[in-house]
Protein backbone atom coordinates (compact mmCIF):
# COMPACT_ATOMS: atom_id res chain seq x y z
CA UNK A 1 0.00 0.00 0.00
CA UNK A 2 1.24 3.86 -0.82
CA UNK A 3 -0.32 6.92 1.08
CA UNK A 4 0.43 10.22 0.31
CA UNK A 5 0.14 12.63 3.49
CA UNK A 6 -1.18 16.14 2.65
CA UNK A 7 -1.53 18.44 5.20
CA UNK A 8 -4.56 21.41 5.54
CA UNK A 9 -1.21 23.87 5.57
CA UNK A 10 2.39 24.53 6.60
CA UNK A 11 3.93 22.85 10.42
CA UNK A 12 -0.01 20.95 10.56
CA UNK A 13 2.19 17.71 11.86
CA UNK A 14 2.74 16.01 8.39
CA UNK A 15 6.23 14.84 9.04
CA UNK A 16 4.46 13.06 12.76
CA UNK A 17 1.70 11.93 11.37
CA UNK A 18 4.05 9.74 9.21
CA UNK A 19 6.15 8.68 11.27
CA UNK A 20 3.82 7.19 12.82
CA UNK A 21 1.66 5.60 9.88
CA UNK A 22 5.37 4.50 9.04
CA UNK A 23 5.60 2.29 12.43
CA UNK A 24 2.12 1.09 12.62
CA UNK A 25 2.39 -0.08 8.78
CA UNK A 26 5.97 -1.17 8.87
CA UNK A 27 6.36 1.81 5.67
CA UNK A 28 8.74 2.87 3.78
CA UNK A 29 9.25 7.08 3.86
CA UNK A 30 9.40 9.06 1.44
CA UNK A 31 9.23 13.16 0.42
CA UNK A 32 9.33 14.04 -2.76
CA UNK A 33 10.62 17.30 -2.43
CA UNK A 34 12.49 18.54 0.95
CA UNK A 35 13.02 22.62 0.98
CA UNK A 36 15.08 23.90 3.36
CA UNK A 37 16.24 23.00 6.88
CA UNK A 38 18.52 20.47 4.71
CA UNK A 39 20.34 19.43 8.36
CA UNK A 40 17.58 18.55 9.78
CA UNK A 41 15.09 17.03 7.13
CA UNK A 42 11.75 15.43 7.48
CA UNK A 43 13.26 12.34 6.59
CA UNK A 44 15.84 12.73 9.44
CA UNK A 45 13.05 13.47 11.88
CA UNK A 46 11.34 9.85 10.87
CA UNK A 47 14.38 8.03 11.06
CA UNK A 48 15.06 9.60 14.34
CA UNK A 49 11.48 8.76 15.38
CA UNK A 50 11.02 5.37 13.91
CA UNK A 51 14.82 3.94 13.65
CA UNK A 52 13.14 0.94 11.92
CA UNK A 53 11.52 2.68 8.69
CA UNK A 54 13.38 2.90 5.43
CA UNK A 55 14.09 6.64 4.14
CA UNK A 56 14.09 6.75 0.42
CA UNK A 57 16.21 9.90 -0.66
CA UNK A 58 14.18 12.86 -1.77
CA UNK A 59 14.05 13.82 -5.78
CA UNK A 60 14.49 17.70 -4.67
CA UNK A 61 16.66 18.85 -2.04
CA UNK A 62 16.23 22.69 -2.14
CA UNK A 63 18.10 25.12 0.05
CA UNK A 64 14.96 27.40 1.04
CA UNK A 65 12.34 27.23 3.46
CA UNK A 66 9.68 28.44 0.76
CA UNK A 67 7.38 26.89 -1.29
CA UNK A 68 8.93 24.49 -3.84
CA UNK A 69 8.52 26.87 -6.62
CA UNK A 70 10.09 29.68 -5.03
CA UNK A 71 12.95 27.40 -3.49
CA UNK A 72 13.56 25.89 -7.23
CA UNK A 73 13.56 29.55 -9.02
CA UNK A 74 16.22 30.66 -5.96
CA UNK A 75 18.85 27.64 -6.82
CA UNK A 76 18.21 27.66 -10.48
CA UNK A 77 16.13 24.33 -10.56
CA UNK A 78 13.39 23.20 -12.38
CA UNK A 79 11.43 20.57 -11.13
CA UNK A 80 10.55 17.86 -13.46
CA UNK A 81 7.54 15.32 -13.28
CA UNK A 82 9.62 12.80 -14.24
CA UNK A 83 11.63 12.99 -11.19
CA UNK A 84 9.22 12.56 -9.15
CA UNK A 85 8.65 8.73 -10.13
CA UNK A 86 7.55 7.28 -6.72
CA UNK A 87 10.63 4.60 -5.50
CA UNK A 88 10.37 0.81 -6.08
CA UNK A 89 9.91 -0.89 -3.11
CA UNK A 90 8.40 -4.08 -1.37
CA UNK A 91 7.17 -2.27 1.18
CA UNK A 92 4.36 -0.20 2.57
CA UNK A 93 5.38 3.38 1.52
CA UNK A 94 4.23 6.52 3.20
CA UNK A 95 4.66 9.48 0.96
CA UNK A 96 4.74 13.29 2.66
CA UNK A 97 4.04 15.87 0.52
CA UNK A 98 5.70 19.70 0.98
CA UNK A 99 3.08 22.20 2.12
CA UNK A 100 -0.67 22.27 1.34
CA UNK A 101 -2.68 20.54 -1.66
CA UNK A 102 -2.55 23.88 -3.82
CA UNK A 103 1.07 24.85 -2.96
CA UNK A 104 3.25 25.38 -6.32
CA UNK A 105 5.84 22.35 -7.06
CA UNK A 106 6.35 24.76 -10.19
CA UNK A 107 4.79 27.69 -11.43
CA UNK A 108 2.14 25.56 -13.48
CA UNK A 109 2.00 22.71 -11.39
CA UNK A 110 0.55 22.59 -8.40
CA UNK A 111 1.02 19.53 -5.40
CA UNK A 112 -2.58 18.37 -6.24
CA UNK A 113 -1.95 18.07 -9.63
CA UNK A 114 0.69 15.66 -8.89
CA UNK A 115 -1.21 13.51 -6.02
CA UNK A 116 -3.51 13.22 -9.12
CA UNK A 117 -1.55 12.01 -11.42
CA UNK A 118 -0.68 9.34 -9.22
CA UNK A 119 -4.26 7.74 -8.23
CA UNK A 120 -2.97 6.86 -4.92
CA UNK A 121 -5.21 7.58 -1.63
CA UNK A 122 -4.64 10.70 1.00
CA UNK A 123 -4.69 11.20 4.49
CA UNK A 124 -5.27 14.26 5.11
CA UNK A 125 -3.24 15.88 8.19
CA UNK A 126 -5.34 18.95 10.18
CA UNK A 127 -4.40 21.00 13.36
CA UNK A 128 -6.31 22.75 15.43
CA UNK A 129 -5.93 26.69 15.11
CA UNK A 130 -8.30 29.66 14.19
CA UNK A 131 -8.76 29.27 10.55
CA UNK A 132 -8.57 25.38 10.39
CA UNK A 133 -12.00 24.26 9.80
CA UNK A 134 -11.76 26.49 6.36
CA UNK A 135 -8.79 25.07 5.63
CA UNK A 136 -9.74 21.43 6.18
CA UNK A 137 -13.00 21.67 4.34
CA UNK A 138 -11.40 23.49 1.88
CA UNK A 139 -8.98 20.66 1.08
CA UNK A 140 -11.37 18.09 1.59
CA UNK A 141 -13.54 19.82 -1.37
CA UNK A 142 -10.20 20.14 -3.16
CA UNK A 143 -9.47 16.31 -3.44
CA UNK A 144 -12.92 15.51 -3.81
CA UNK A 145 -13.20 18.11 -6.86
CA UNK A 146 -10.07 16.09 -7.98
CA UNK A 147 -11.56 12.41 -7.68
CA UNK A 148 -8.44 11.86 -5.53
CA UNK A 149 -9.27 9.30 -2.99
CA UNK A 150 -9.49 9.55 0.73
CA UNK A 151 -8.43 7.29 3.49
CA UNK A 152 -9.07 9.39 6.65
CA UNK A 153 -8.47 12.39 8.52
CA UNK A 154 -5.68 12.77 11.12
CA UNK A 155 -6.42 15.65 13.93
CA UNK A 156 -2.61 17.43 15.40
CA UNK A 157 -2.25 19.48 18.38
CA UNK A 158 -3.96 20.41 21.69
CA UNK A 159 -8.31 18.92 21.09
CA UNK A 160 -10.61 21.64 20.18
CA UNK A 161 -13.95 19.23 20.21
CA UNK A 162 -16.29 22.07 18.82
CA UNK A 163 -13.53 22.18 16.14
CA UNK A 164 -13.77 18.64 15.39
CA UNK A 165 -16.65 18.04 15.56
CA UNK A 166 -17.54 20.43 12.83
CA UNK A 167 -15.27 19.47 10.51
CA UNK A 168 -16.39 15.84 11.29
CA UNK A 169 -19.94 16.58 10.72
CA UNK A 170 -19.93 18.64 7.50
CA UNK A 171 -17.18 16.29 6.19
CA UNK A 172 -18.82 12.93 6.96
CA UNK A 173 -14.55 11.53 6.95
CA UNK A 174 -13.47 9.26 8.89
CA UNK A 175 -11.38 9.99 11.84
CA UNK A 176 -7.71 7.87 11.54
CA UNK A 177 -6.00 9.22 14.78
CA UNK A 178 -5.91 12.45 16.88
CA UNK A 179 -2.46 13.04 17.92
CA UNK A 180 -2.45 14.90 21.80
CA UNK A 181 0.00 17.54 22.13
CA UNK A 182 2.97 16.72 24.08
CA UNK A 183 6.30 18.65 25.65
CA UNK A 184 8.54 16.52 23.21
CA UNK A 185 8.33 14.28 19.94
CA UNK A 186 9.78 11.13 20.83
CA UNK A 187 9.93 7.55 19.59
CA UNK A 188 8.03 6.13 22.30
CA UNK A 189 5.06 8.87 21.76
CA UNK A 190 5.26 8.04 18.02
CA UNK A 191 4.81 4.10 19.05
CA UNK A 192 1.93 5.30 21.28
CA UNK A 193 0.01 6.82 18.61
CA UNK A 194 0.71 4.10 16.47
CA UNK A 195 -0.74 1.76 18.76
CA UNK A 196 -4.25 3.92 18.77
CA UNK A 197 -4.15 4.16 15.08
CA UNK A 198 -7.69 3.17 13.47
CA UNK A 199 -6.89 2.05 10.20
CA UNK A 200 -8.62 -0.30 7.31
Known amino acids: MKIIIAG ?15 KAL ?6 PVQAG ?3 NTDSHKVKKWSPE ?28 ESRLQIPTTDNNLI ?15 LNIDWVASTGLPVILVS ?16 LKSRNIPLLGLIFNGEK ?16 LLEIEKEEEITSKMIEKN ?3 LTFV
Not at 8 to 22: F, H, P, R, Y
Not at 26 to 31: L, N, S
Not at 127 to 142: E, P
Not at 160 to 175: A, G, L, Y
Open 8 to 22: IGTDTGKTVASAILC
Open 26 to 31: KADYWK
Open 37 to 39: DLE
Open 53 to 80: TIIHPEAYRLTQPMSPHAAATIDDVTIE
Open 95 to 109: IELAGGLMVPIREDY
Open 127 to 142: NYYLGSINHTLLSLYA
Open 160 to 175: NPSTFDVIMQRSEVKC
Open 194 to 196: AAK
